[in-house]
């Protein structure tokens, strides 16, 4: 009788383990079925920032860590203001490409250029102060898996003071759209990202024309590029299981990477 009550208390245990053996071979199968993607980064360089080679590095390193990246390209767009700054680029890093904006262009003007130069299935959107992680790829890669997949980015946080942005949850009725601010404990559908990150699917972007130049230099046409693809029930979703790390401070989110007016 001891033995039959040792071994059905040990049962829930053991099928708990079974589970998750189970699970952790469903993940590894569905990775190796998973289709490699063809990703392009992009980084707008608004203000001048030695930083941006450490950016550009991180990219580099996190683009070879990754298994789900087929071909990749890393896109820079100066300002004729910076030009000194892009040739010293140039120099280098030989395997980056370098695209000049006209002096005065505000972030969306600058994005839209080298967003709209990117080639990949999986376009990157990047701030001049932002560090990726070596995992970053594969955990942003495997979202554009699922159905009506717009967008997806992952907490971004500066280490020196702890901050981390936000997700700006969606709330939606027939008549108003409108969303709460939160740091996010787990991965949650977010109504629009701050600038640090965001990686895009280049076909839903192309239909939407990239950043309306309406609302330039105003961070208000980050919320209108998500927002018109929330409006055709495209997703897009705000990550926590890996993070970046910023160079500089969180500070407002959504003025992120326009320093300079």
């Known amino acids: 009788e001891r033995i039959t009550r040792h071994i059905l208390a040990e ?24 289709l490699k993607q063809s990703v392009s980064v992009v980084i707008p360089m608004i203000n001048e920032d030695k930083s941006i080679e450490k950016v550009i590095d991180t990219v580099i390193s996190s683009l070879e860590n990754s298994s789900l990246v087929q071909e990749k390209e890393i896109i820079v767009v100066g ?22 904006a006209n ?8 994005a839209n250029k080298g967003l709209f130069k990117a080639s990949g299935d999986i376009i990157v959107l990047l701030t001049e102060d932002t560090l990726l992680s070596t995992d970053y790829f594969d955990v942003v890669i495997p979202q554009f898996e699922k159905n009506n997949m717009f967008a997806a980015g992952v907490v971004a946080r500066y280490p020196a003071t702890g901050e981390s942005t936000n997700c700006y949850v969606p709330i939606m009725t027939p008549r108003h759209v409108n969303y709460k601010t939160g740091e996010a404990t787990s991965s949650c559908y977010s109504l629009t990202f701050d600038r640090s990150n965001v990686a895009l699917s280049r076909e839903k972007l192309l239909q939407l024309g990239g950043f309306n ?3 330039a230099p105003d961070c208000s046409g980050d919320v209108d590029l998500f927002l018109r693809g929330w409006l055709r029930c495209w997703k897009s979703c705000f990550l926590t299981s890996t993070h970046c790390d ?3 401070p969180v500070g407002s989110p959504l003025l992120r990477g326009d320093t300079t007016k």
């Open 103 to 110: 002096s005065h262009a505000s972030f969306p003007e600058v």
């Open 213 to 215: 130049l309406l609302y």
């Open 79 to 100: 300002r004729d203001a910076l030009s000194k700054q892009t040739e010293e680029l140039r120099a280098n890093y030989n395997n980056i490409q370098l695209y000049i």
């Open 11 to 34: 049962m829930p245990e053991r099928a708990d383990m079974l589970l998750k053996v189970k699970d952790n071979q469903r993940i590894k199968n569905k990775q190796k079925k998973m």
């Open 246 to 248: 910023l160079l500089k």
